[in-house]
Structure formats: C-alpha cells, structure tokens
C-alpha cells in the first residue's frame, strides 16, 4: 500500500498570500488529520476530517481552512500568510472511524512565509 | 484537559547507553498513548503503542508501559545505536474520538 503523500513537498510565500497544501491519505483511510509542527511549539493539531465532514478542531485562527473530497484526499488552505505561519505541516491518516487505530503520518509540506 | 508532557531535549548519548526518555500524560477517560520517532527530514512513524493500563508496547528495542496510577509512559532502551538518533514525541489518543494530543518532543542524538 502507497503511503500518505503530501504536495508539495516545500514552498515559500510571502505574507499577504495564500496558499493550498494537498494530502493523499492510505487507500482505505477515511481519516485525515492535520498538524502544524515549529521548533518552538511542537506538534499543533489544527483539524481532522472524516467522510467530508470536519469532526475535531484545534485552536487556530478562521485563517486555517480544510476540507475533504468524496475520494478522502484533504486540502488545508491558509489565506493572509504570516510571517509566523512557516512550519512543517504534517498531514495523518487512520482507518477507522472510532479512532481506535494509529495514524500514519506524511512526509509533510515545508511552508516558509518571507 | 489533555495534554502530554515530556522532557526537555536534546539528549545526547555514546553509543550503547541506557535510554530513558519521561513522558507524563493528563487526560479525561482512558487514553491509548503512543510514542511516535520522526527521522530528519521525513514525517512521524509510530514506535510503539499501548492501549490499557499496565499494557507494554515494544519495538525495536524500545519499550514503554502504560502507568495509570503515576499517568506515565516512559520510554526506554537498553542500548543504543547511532541510528536510533531521531526526535521521539510521546503521544495521547483519548477514547472518546481520534484527537491525538502531542509533546514537545525529544531530540536524540548517539554518538559513535
């Protein structure tokens, strides 16, 4: 089985902008959650989403968006980049509704805001 | 709430030594706790898992046991290898949905 796939691997913006980051989660997964990891704050959960619907929410700001296809592959948008918004942002997948099994991480997006 | 505490990095150690890495937990309910280890460059991968208490989770020589009554999931290696050096995050699932709450993580390095 294909692992989580994120693209793209690496971008850089500058404040103001907006930006999509896309995830592809395991053939089968109906989960995908999102986390913003600095060196500073450590893993930050921001979402996760189950059958098209956002099922948990973390504490950032409207700024943060996402969303899931029928297909289960997530997007999560960021619009007015801040300077403070460059992370490693790290998409997971996990099968099962119940959230009794583990998540399966992607490589991540390397966001950097000039 | 929840969250995870663990101790602070970086940990450095020769190649061989013993390995112990804290992680304490508060949580509602009866979490499942992880350790996950992310190598330079790539996403977390889990470690190792338990999911009741008094449960062990092992993996590569790594292990750690689900502590209710000190709420702790400590991880431990009887010897290291200088492959080992990666950043360790402890990790909470509580059971009433797939929220996972992390720590800070811990960065290990083994030296030769």
């Known amino acids: 089985k294909a692992g989580v796939t994120q693209t793209p691997r690496y971008l850089i913006k500058t404040r103001g902008q907006q930006v999509t980051l896309s995830c592809s989660p395991i053939?089968?997964?109906?989960?995908v959650s999102w986390y913003q990891q600095t060196p500073g704050q450590g893993l930050q959960f921001l979402f996760e989403?189950?059958?098209?619907?956002?099922?948990n929410k973390g504490n950032f700001p409207g700024r943060f968006s996402g969303r899931q296809f029928s297909n289960s592959r997530s997007e999560m948008n960021v619009s007015t980049l801040e300077l403070g918004d460059s992370a490693l942002y790290l998409c997971?997948?996990?099968?099962?509704?119940?959230?009794?099994?583990?998540?399966?991480f992607g490589p991540g997006t390397r966001l950097t805001v000039l | 709430g929840n969250s995870v505490t663990q101790m602070e990095g970086p940990v450095t150690l020769s190649e061989e030594a013993f390995l112990t890495i804290n992680c304490t937990y508060t949580?509602?309910?009866?979490?499942?706790l992880f350790w996950y280890v992310q190598y330079p460059g790539e996403g977390l991968q889990l470690l190792l898992k338990?999911?009741?208490?008094?449960d062990k989770g092992s993996n590569k020589g790594f292990e750690a046991t689900y502590r209710k009554e000190t709420t702790s999931f400590h991880l431990e290696k009887g010897s290291v290898q200088v492959s080992d050096s990666a950043v360790y995050f402890c990790?909470?699932?509580?059971?009433?949905?797939?929220?996972?709450?992390f720590g800070t993580g811990t960065s290990l390095t083994v030296i030769p």
């Open positions: 338990a999911t009741k208490a008094d």
């Open positions: 989403y189950f059958s098209e619907t956002q099922r």
């Open positions: 990790a909470l699932r509580t059971n009433t949905g797939n929220q996972f709450y």
């Open positions: 949580a509602t309910g009866y979490p499942s």
């Open positions: 997971a997948s996990s099968s099962s509704g119940t959230g009794l099994n583990e998540q399966f």
């Open positions: 053939s089968g997964h109906r989960s």
